[in-house]
């Protein structure tokens, strides 16, 4: 694994109420996002433009995980995980 992942406290509470089976897909892509040099270039991974200028976006079937990257401790940072409606309201 290339990079760690490191998640905020909002983050991961809210992962811990997700259903198991979503649980292991975002952990999934995560890990898949860690694996990998580069992780904002990705098909799911979009960067984030206004108010959230960045941070990126990973795709997870109808959640958003809303991330930014740290290079020099090579870590991504997760901020927010949250259904695709809501994510974009913070």
Request: aromatic share 12%; charged share 30%.
């Amino acid at each position: 694994m290339n990079w760690q992942i490191k998640f905020s406290r909002q983050a991961e509470k809210y992962y811990m109420r997700l259903p198991s089976d979503m649980r292991k897909r975002v952990k999934t892509s995560l890990l898949d996002l860690a694996a990998l040099a580069l992780p904002f270039i990705h098909s799911d991974v979009t960067p984030l433009l206004g108010k959230l200028d960045g941070f990126y976006r990973l795709r997870i079937g109808k959640y958003r995980v809303v991330f930014s990257t740290i290079e020099d401790m090579r870590t991504i940072a997760v901020v927010s995980i949250l259904p695709r409606g809501d994510v974009y309201k913070k």
